[in-house]
């Protein structure tokens, strides 16, 4: 999976940890993979988006090991009946499902059987309750960290491997992705049914499905594979500015691993409040619709690293899946690894050395500070797993050289397909190749809590850009004076995206009149990135610069449009009506960051619109709602904390947020809700409205207040 923000991966693995601890308290209970073996999941599920609910019937086909009296299936607080004339007695008991008889050794087992659930978490449904037709409703699912036994019976053990084919009967309407070849649909009344197959065996959390009003488009590769790309039906015009490059990431990874991408087709799919950036499902990449960009937002917000990321995992995590996640590095440090190599091919080898620079640079400091942590470890930050994992790999290649490297890569995958490793697997495959024992380089690399910052930067410094961006980052203490020349060769035509940029923040503190011809240069770059670099950081504009500035209004950059507008509107009250007029019907990315900017700004210019100042507020106040996407409600909590007016609606909308899924936006709810109750006015409002809250809200308010 790829995470949006480190944090969220300390929480996916705090459970992870527990639930490690657990199975090792009732390790009799849990490790039956050396008992039986599970074949094969044929089941119904029905998605009931009236009552958020799932109904279903399993078909579980298993082999045992040895003669035992019973084997269970996990899943979580399900009613479940057996089917008529069951064989078995089938159970359900501590969230597990039994299935009992006089199993014997060496013989394969089908059991049958109904259930019913509503499920807290895994499977979230979203946008129903809400009017707002802008963003339909939709159900999606999240395995890994969450459990896929919360909505199938299905194994959290990842090491017994199963091949999964699932009918999803859905409302008419909707369409339904899922894991494997849609073989079949059917329409009954209102329900129509989405019966997906699969050839090849793989762990539950990788099970997943995505319903909703999708719009999509089919491609090949190469090799042949089926490439399904989706929007939603309403970001349709959007489809191919967000998949820039998706066949070109396709083939040229699968080249590049030189192991066939071993399912029938891929198909990457946008969901809405989604809790991370993307997740690997087999066959099925669940992406946060974040990515999804018109032709501007693409410019700031580039979806190859997490459509490369997603994709490596097919290969790294789904086709040879850790033991534990004491190995997690073999599924986020490769998958960050390729993803790398993609980008280095797509963006150049500027992009890429400037990027593994800035990764090291945070794993150094984290390391001199004493925070380093060992790779092959449970409880690992993300940090770690993906990018010390990538360095590991990074260096391991620089150490082995690149044949030698792909060779065992491709034995490693080929040796273990459709199984489960550790990470000796991967590194005895790669002694195998290179003929030499790799224990110094697991001592500094794998096993030890420092990170080699030494080793690290041995190897940037083989680029010359790092060298230039290097010398150039060691004088940001320097006085300007003594650096004057250096940022002005920096800023020269043409620019270098990263030393432009660079220059440009060491100028940010420095006496304004010296740096005014710097900073005219650096606009006249016209390269976006060090203009947006100019937008971040210069905050308060002399009236000399004041032309240029106004001009990154005009930048293909919603990022610069948002910080440009506020900077402008600060600086030259004078010229308010203008900014905000040619500002006016910008809507910036998919969480509106410029359109609630502008609304907050527009309420806050006491003349401009006058006529329409309760309009426009009722617009922002409306933001809120819980039919918005998260994203767009915090940006609109925000602005009217900043405003200072609350209304009894966002007063209840708040309340409602401090138990959304996305654990993010549940913070930032809480912490809101924190800060308003140390205001006297917002205090009254809120105990008088405490009547009104759900009994969930009640508790959770007076439990807190
Ligand atoms: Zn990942």
Known sequence: MRQVFFMSYFYCMKKIFIFILYTVCFSSLSQQTDKVDFLEINGN???????????????????????????????????IKPSENSPYKIVEENNKIWITSNFKKGNEYTAEFTYECQPQQAVYFVGFNSELKAYPSQVWTQGQGKYTSHWLPSLDDMNDKLIFNITYLAPKNYEVFANGKLTRTRSRLNHKSWTYEMKRPMSSYLVAFAMGDFFSSRFKSEKGTPLILTTSTRDKDKINSTYQHHKLIFDYLENKINVDYPWQNYKQVPVRDFLYAGMENTTLNIFSDDFVVDTVGLNDKSFVNVQAHELAHQWFGNLVTETSSKHHWLHEGFATFYALEVEREIFGDEYYFYKIYKTAEELKSLSDKGKGQVLVNTGGSSLTYYEKGAWALIILREIVGGEVFDTAVQNYLTTYAFQNVTTDDFINEVEAVHGQSLDAYKERWLYQKAFQSREALEFLKKNEFIQDYMKLAAFRETRLVLKEELLSTSLDFPVNDYLGQEAVYQLDGEDIELTLPLYKKAFETNNLLVRQAIANSLTEIPVKLKKDYESLLKDESYLTIEKALFHLWVSFPEDRHKYLDSTK???????????????????ATPDYETVNKSKTFQELSQHTKSGYPYQVRQHAFGYLYQLDTFEVSNYKDLMQGVFHPVWQFQKFCRELLDTLMTSEKHREALLDLVNDFTVREKTFFNNRY
Not at 585 to 601: A, R, S
């Open 45 to 79: 599920v029905e998605i009931d988006t009236l009552h958020f609910s799932i109904k279903g019937q399993v078909q579980v086909k298993f082999k045992t090991l040895k003669s035992i009296d019973s084997v269970y299936l996990d899943g979580v607080n399900m009613s």
């Open 585 to 603: 019907n910008i809507e910036g990315f998919k969480d509106k960051n410029v359109k609630l900017l502008w609304l907050t700004l527009s309420l």
